[in-house]
């Protein structure tokens, strides 16, 4: 089984500020991964996927980028919309997520 | 628009069954890839399971395997969850999910979940 682990577990900011979000895979995933975020009581939303493919309608605030086995969501300026759990999702082989990474206000 | 919308969640006492369903609209049901994956209270996203467009391919995480059976329905447009042998731990929200097309297996649109709890 493919493990993701994301860091890190919580990241406390502010409006603003370029915030950036990794995620590493226990093997070479090659780019089959993909990032989404949450808000409370609410589905995931799709985000990026092929590791940096901006999903149509999401703000070009957010990118991806990396390959093989280590990944990084950045979100370049915060805006307060923004604040939520991301998780990456690798579909390499099978799916797997990360744990989450819960942005919050410093 | 594309919608999916669960249902069938409730709540079970251990060692029960239940049947979810998800009803999918705004795209051709029978052309995708459909995923279920939940999600404990106050937890992360835990992938469940996996079914061809055609329903003839099922794959299951280690953790349900034996317990959950996915199928679908093509004609009606809707995906089902079988759920036996239910435990305290299988109480979650309860997604199902589409796999984008275009060759890439990523999750595009997710329902709006159901909640399933087991608890005597």
New interface residues.
Partial sequence: DIQMTQSPSTLSASVGDRVTITCRASQSISSWLAWYQQKPGKAPKLLIYQASTLESGVPSRFSGSGSGTEFTLTISSLQPDDFATYYCQQYNNLWTFGQGTKVEIK | EVLLVESGGGLVQPGGSLRLSCAASGFTFSGYEM?W?RQAPGR????LS?ISSSGDIS?Y??SVKGRLTVSRDNAKNSLYLQMNSLRAEDTAVY?CARV?GSG??????????TLVTVSS
Avoid: I, R
């Avoid at chain 2, 992360?44 to 992938?47: Q, V």
């Avoid at chain 2, 890439?104 to 979940?113: C, K, R, T």
């Fill in positions: 995923n994956v992360g996203l835990e992938w996996y794959y995480a280690d997604y984008g890439s297996q990523h999750v595009d649109y997710w329902g709006q979940g």
